[in-house]
């Protein structure tokens, strides 16, 4: 699903926008923890029920996606250029945009000898090994933020509720990020801070005993969650944005969201 919500937006949107637009995407996931954490906070409240906790979170979550799946379906257009909330005009402007500074073509037939030949330039291995490792702060924070709150010493109950502010904070971070590589068109340099804020919670972590010193370690999952969302995001933005062809990009998306993919699962196995 991530590669074709990154490829998806790639063809609506200019490349001073793309980051911004993804970055919105991933806040909502960023959002959802937070949201979830309250959800599971109230859910956990259940006495005397036949059905466990987690239980209940699974039909809750589960049946909210499966809803918004079928809106998403009916409501979502397939290019700019067959938008039905847009006049004709709006249509016409729309793919303009994308032709001035996006791809090279709109619609166009796909070729899987040349969407594949991106692979051949070294710039592309480069974007490849970036998604591959980072998928050690995404999946880090997104997937353990409850077991390092949990080791701080607090409940069950407790660590669902503590989640919710870094969750935010670190929500709020990716669109600042975001929204200042497309101001300024450039993405190595802020993709660098948040990596370096997100490997500064990490030492902190490492380095303090997290009982001793809760509000310390506690810090240190903001800053974690500042610096996990905004690399992903910026990293895909890149590569899109430097991709023309929309074939291109829809293969390159795929590929790039193996590499990382591939991370993920071996971290889980870890």
């Given at each position: 699903m991530l590669p074709g919500v990154v490829y998806y937006l790639s063809t609506f949107y200019k490349r001073?926008?793309?980051?911004?637009?993804?970055?919105i995407f991933y806040a909502a996931s960023a959002v959802s923890g937070a949201f979830s954490g309250l959800i599971a906070y109230g859910v956990f409240q259940?006495?005397?029920s036949g059905f466990y906790g987690w239980q209940y979170l699974f039909w809750i979550e589960g049946a909210s996606?499966?809803?918004?799946?079928?809106?998403?379906?009916?409501?979502?257009?397939?290019?700019?250029g067959s938008a039905r909330f847009f006049s004709a005009r709006e249509r016409e402007i729309a793919e303009a945009r994308i032709l001035s500074d996006s791809s090279d073509a709109i619609n166009e037939k796909f070729n899987i000898r040349d969407a594949f030949r991106?692979?051949?330039?070294?710039?592309?291995?480069?974007?490849?090994?970036?998604?591959?490792?980072?998928g050690v702060p995404q999946t880090s924070?997104?997937?353990?933020?409850?077991?390092?709150?949990?080791?701080?010493?607090?409940?069950?109950?407790k660590t669902n509720l503590f989640t919710v502010a870094p969750n935010i904070v670190g929500t709020i971070a990716l669109?600042?990020?975001?929204?200042?590589?497309?101001?300024?068109?450039?993405?190595?340099?802020?993709?660098?801070?948040?990596?370096?804020?997100?490997?500064?919670?990490?030492?902190?972590?490492?380095?303090?005993?997290?009982?001793?010193?809760?509000?310390?370690?506690?810090?240190?999952?903001?800053?974690l969650c500042m610096g996990s969302?905004?690399?992903?995001?910026?990293?895909?933005?890149?590569?899109?944005?430097?991709?023309?062809?929309?074939?291109?990009?829809?293969?390159?998306?795929?590929?790039?969201?193996?590499?990382?993919?591939t991370?993920?699962?071996c971290d889980y196995m870890t």
């Open positions: 001073d926008e793309l980051a911004t637009r993804i970055g259940i006495r005397n996606t499966s809803i918004f799946s079928i809106f998403a379906y009916f409501w979502l257009p397939r290019s700019p991106p692979f051949l330039e070294w710039q592309y291995v480069s974007w490849a090994v970036m998604c591959f490792c980072l924070v997104v997937n353990f933020l409850p077991q390092i709150v949990a080791s701080l010493g607090y409940s069950t109950v669109l600042m990020f975001t929204i200042s590589s497309d101001y300024f068109r450039e993405r190595s340099i802020h993709l660098c801070i948040a990596l370096a804020l997100n490997l500064i919670g990490f030492i902190i972590l490492g380095s303090v005993n997290v009982l001793a010193h809760r509000e310390i370690a506690y810090f240190a999952c903001f800053l969302s905004a690399p992903a995001v910026l990293a895909n933005a890149w590569f899109s944005n430097n991709t023309t062809s929309e074939s291109r990009r829809a293969v390159v998306a795929a590929v790039m969201g193996i590499f990382s993919i991370f993920q699962s």
